[in-house]
């Protein structure tokens, strides 16, 4: 654990609008202006490009495709060391050589939103028209945007259907929109510690997140690309208030308790005195050094709109009508972000629409973060969907 | 998430006979009445063995209801479409003719309201196929009789303060419910303590005092 003050961070990299559009080890694909990407917000966005991962071997007929989709937070580089914290991919524990998403089997994707900041086109990047970052003239965009983005970069690679979509989290959104809006392109689908809507409570969580953003004075209307600013405190503090949403009352106690940090005494001051408060110090100022403060508006507002059974009538099996996906839902006793009875209602509707739906509520502590932890009934269950799902689609055991 | 304390309510058999292959004898039963390639839903399902079983056997697209949480994710990791979910309060949000066969094996006893979730397996299915365990068996009624306690068998194990089996029947009892629901009754087997199927052309009172557990399948009666 390490104790930071958040006054003394060292400047922005010089090259970081740079890097936003010319990410260090990912692919990219370019759409031109002849392929524009038609947003929910009634515009379209054009030039844009994708960064991406990808592991293992696409097959012949090319049905071992397995899209992961990222978290407000994450990134491509799920199962590969990150090329700006050092640290191992974000769901290596699930993705890789003979893990549950073994990529010795399937052709792993995983590409960075619209919107984000890692190399995908997002308000970080330069904006065509003036040669500057887009900063808040990016327009707002959606989970369903993001889709269709994604929707285009299989097209590029020439993949018809998704062998298939996983992701947690903001990534179980994403998982959702694709089985509702491409149907007979997902042969399965994991939403994982998701909901089908984002909840008052979740809305509100993000909006202070967004507002610790905005009162940065740092921040500049979002335009410190280009006024060599940066919201460092601000888009700590958001990070910092979000990290106790991931967690759970149990897990922080069992970690830290009320210990005290490096001393045996209360200092009388508001120094972080325990541990926890080191702790979220720490989430909050590692976290901006990998991501932009303008992303995190964008994303968490995406997230905000999502509300499935809206764009199908209100009625929320109507957006699995007809559903041939093979789906498998996941939620955690102590996610209070994504309580189960988000993912009850949403089996609910798959069944009301007679889809093929698995659910499973796995006992943890850990809170939403449980899906990117080491949760060996998490490992178990998703193995072994995927193997059912793997012989009813006829895939050969390796590729 | 709080549960209801019926945790493990189907998996009440601890010593059932067996086929020579390992299956268990009324879930190969229950089987034989389902025709090939047919939708199933399995309600109270358990570690999924019938599932299995239809799946090898009869080549049916199934799906599976259960209320242990242990018994859900066992089965979802077999790769079999199970979720979590009460057969009193989750068989309303299926939708009319969803499936061809609804099966409800050996958790009759143990729903708060057997009659209403009768009704709604066969309308959710044509078909429905319902196991239980008698209760007109002699072995109980001689628990009864002449030792004056709550019978305890093979089939029913538990005390009676710990037990998940809350609704009893006999087979004449069920027989009964199924005039009053109106359904039409398509087939019936009874096992004796060995797992043998009685005699078919046995009354039905030969039946309820020596058959130890019954299958039924029903169907709607227009």
Known sequence: ?399 | MSMPPREKANLNVVSIARTPGGARIDLVMVAEMVERGVKVLDVGCGDGELLRLLSESRDVDGRGIELSREGVNECVAKGLAVIQGDADTDLADYPDDAFDYVILSQTLQATRHPRVVLEHMLRIGRHAIVSFPNFGHWQVRLQILLFGHMPRTDMLPYSWYDTPNIHHCTIKDFRQLCTEVGVKLEKAVALNAWGSPLRLNAPWWFWNLFGEQAVFLLSRKD
């Open chain 1, 1 to 399: 654990m390490v104790e930071t003050d958040l006054s003394s961070q060292r400047e922005a990299p010089d090259d970081a609008p740079r890097d936003a559009d010319h990410p260090r080890d990912s692919l990219i694909a370019s759409f031109g202006v002849d392929k524009p990407l038609k947003l929910d917000a009634g515009v379209e966005l054009s030039p844009f490009q994708i960064a991406y991962k990808t592991y293992g071997t696409l097959n012949a007929d090319r049905s071992n495709a397995v899209l992961i989709c990222h978290a407000l937070t994450g990134d491509q580089h799920v199962a590969n060391l990150h090329p700006v914290t050092k640290k191992s991919g974000w769901w290596e524990t699930l993705v890789g050589p003979g893990k549950p998403i073994d990529t010795e089997r399937y052709f792993v994707i995983c590409p960075n939103v619209v919107g984000a900041c890692m190399g995908t086109t997002g308000p970080s990047s330069t904006n065509p028209k003036t040669g500057n970052p887009w900063g808040l003239e990016f327009p707002v965009i959606t989970i369903r945007d993001m889709v269709r983005a994604q929707a285009m970069l299989l097209d590029h690679l020439g993949i018809e259907q998704l062998f298939a979509v996983a992701g947690g989290s903001m990534g179980g959104m994403q998982v959702l929109q694709w089985a509702a809006s491409y149907p007979s392109r997902v042969f399965s689908a994991l939403p994982i510690a998701c909901a089908t809507r984002h909840s008052a409570q979740n809305i509100a969580f993000h909006e202070v997140g967004r507002q610790a953003i905005m009162a940065d004075p740092e921040w500049r209307g979002g335009r410190y690309h280009l006024e060599g600013t940066n919201p460092r405190r601000g888009l700590a503090v958001a990070r910092m208030g979000a990290h106790i949403t991931y967690l759970s009352d149990a897990a922080l106690h069992r970690k830290f308790g009320r210990k005290f940090q490096d001393r045996e005494n209360p200092t009388f001051s508001f120094d972080a005195d325990f541990e926890v408060e080191s702790y979220l110090r720490y989430q909050g100022i590692s976290f901006v050094e990998r991501f932009d403060a303008n992303s995190y508006l964008y994303l968490t507002r995406a997230m905000d709109y999502f509300d499935l059974a809206a764009d199908y009538g209100g009625v929320l099996a109507n957006a699995f009508k007809g559903a041939q996906t093979r789906f498998c839902v996941i939620s955690f006793t102590s996610d209070w972000l994504f309580p189960t009875s988000e993912s009850r209602a949403m089996v609910h509707a798959l069944n009301a629409a007679s889809a093929r739906v698995s659910f499973a509520e796995i006992v943890t502590d850990k809170g939403h973060d449980a899906f990117l932890l080491d949760e060996p009934e998490l490992f178990a269950i998703v193995r072994g969907f995927l193997d059912g799902a793997r012989k009813a689609r006829g895939l050969a055991a390796k590729s």
